[in-house]
């Protein structure tokens, strides 16, 4: 019995240290390229290993747990994108990471990503969750979207057309604005429009021109001044986005607390014109951000951190 008992143990024993084996790399490209190398999608980790408290503990509670280690390790390579307020990292890793947070528009900590070979992200986890069985449930759904999007990739006509909408009906709604090329892809070959995708790829090719000119443009100021131009004739669909363009404008340039305030009457106003969201889960959204707003030194400081600006004590 004993004996028995001595092997449990010891096959216990390696379970664990194979699950807490799991190592998260640091480099975007080379995750991709294995990626596709292994036919696996990312699991982007965007934290704040030494501010975020949220971000700690799902690392601690969840990324870091034996089993969930093992799952994730076992279908994803690991990707972190850390932005330390406190801990020193190497210059081109931080700003891979600022460009990183920019390109997915990560405005909350944690979130975590499954993105594809390609760097498109089709699902994810939007702020912390302490269960790691939830955390894995609300992953695998991008699994699912990958599997069927390289299952689509090898097939042609309806089949195709079959695979990419399942994809597209998993991939979070939070999501479909990063997956423009994907968007636009189905559309061309739905020709029944059975996705519904035309009139939305149509508004989304309006919105890419006024972020491609704002991109293009030579100071934060210039590019405001397209978002402005753009807003003042978007139509619904588009208003949303074109504020929360603006919002991150705004906050980038912030040099006072007075900036940081008016720049969040903005985002209140990008929640205002968000057609998913009832009145009830509206007036929900701007509660939480008041609280994230209640002090607007923290939030300038925050902002003069990620884009390497002095604090302001």
């Given at each position: 019995?004993?004996?028995?008992g001595?092997?449990c143990?010891?096959?216990?024993?390696?379970?664990?240290?194979?699950?807490?084996?799991?190592?998260?790399?640091?480099?975007?490209?080379?995750?991709l390229?294995?990626?596709?190398?292994?036919?696996?999608?990312?699991?982007?980790?965007f934290?704040?290993?030494d501010?975020?408290?949220?971000c700690?503990?799902?690392?601690?509670?969840?990324?870091?747990?034996p089993?969930?280690?093992?799952?994730?390790?076992?279908?994803f390579?690991?990707?972190?994108v850390d932005?330390?307020?406190?801990?020193?990292?190497d210059?081109?890793?931080?700003?891979q990471?600022?460009m990183?947070?920019?390109?997915?528009?990560i405005d909350?900590?944690?979130?975590?990503?499954?993105?594809?070979d390609?760097?498109?992200?089709?699902?994810?986890l939007?702020g912390?969750?302490?269960k790691?069985a939830?955390?894995?449930?609300i992953?695998?759904?991008g699994?699912q979207a990958?599997q069927?999007?390289l299952?689509?990739?090898?097939q042609?006509?309806e089949?195709k057309l079959?695979?990419?909408?399942?994809?597209?009906?998993?991939?979070?709604?939070?999501?479909?604005?990063?997956?423009?090329?994907?968007?636009?892809?189905?559309?061309?070959i739905?020709?029944?429009d059975?996705?519904?995708l035309?009139?939305?790829?149509?508004?989304?090719?309006?919105?890419?021109?006024c972020?491609?000119?704002?991109?293009?443009?030579?100071?934060?100021?210039?590019?405001?001044?397209?978002?402005d131009?753009?807003?003042?004739?978007?139509?619904?669909?588009?208003?949303r986005?074109?504020?929360e363009?603006?919002?991150?404008?705004?906050?980038r340039?912030?040099?006072?607390?007075?900036?940081?305030?008016?720049?969040?009457?903005?985002?209140?106003?990008?929640i205002d014109?968000?057609?998913?969201?009832?009145?009830r889960e509206k007036?929900?959204r701007?509660?939480q951000?008041?609280?994230?707003?209640?002090?607007p030194?923290?939030?300038?400081?925050?902002?003069?951190?990620?884009?390497?600006?002095?604090?302001?004590?």
């Open positions: 019995m004993w004996k028995i001595h092997v143990l010891s096959l216990l024993a390696a379970l664990v240290a194979t699950a807490t084996a799991a190592e998260w790399g640091t480099d975007y490209e080379a995750a390229a294995q990626a596709k190398q292994q036919g696996k999608p990312v699991l982007a980790d934290t704040g290993s501010w975020c408290y949220y700690i503990r799902l690392r601690k509670e969840v990324l870091d747990e089993v969930f280690a093992a799952w994730a390790a076992e279908h390579v690991l990707l972190e932005v330390p307020q406190h801990r020193r990292i210059d081109k890793l931080l700003a990471n600022q990183l947070c920019t390109k997915y528009r909350g900590y944690p979130t975590v990503l499954v993105i594809d390609k760097g498109r992200p089709l699902g994810g939007f912390y969750v302490g790691p939830t955390v894995r449930s992953l695998e759904p699994l990958h069927l999007l299952r689509a990739a090898q042609q006509g089949e079959k695979a990419m909408l399942a994809a597209w009906k998993l991939i979070p709604e939070e999501l479909h604005e990063l997956n423009v090329p994907l968007q636009q892809e189905l559309a061309s739905d020709l029944q059975l996705s519904g035309k009139a939305a790829a149509a508004a989304e090719n309006a919105l890419q021109q972020q491609a000119a704002a991109d293009a443009a030579p100071t934060d100021a210039a590019a405001l001044a397209i978002v131009a753009a807003l003042s004739q978007a139509v619904p669909a588009n208003k986005r074109l504020l363009l603006r919002y991150r404008l705004l906050i340039m912030a040099e006072t607390t007075d900036d940081v305030l008016a720049a969040a009457e903005v985002a209140y106003a990008s014109a968000d057609l998913r969201l009832t009145p007036e929900s701007k509660r951000l008041r609280g994230v707003y209640a002090n030194q923290t939030t300038l400081n925050r902002v003069r951190m990620l884009y390497r600006k002095r604090p302001v004590r």
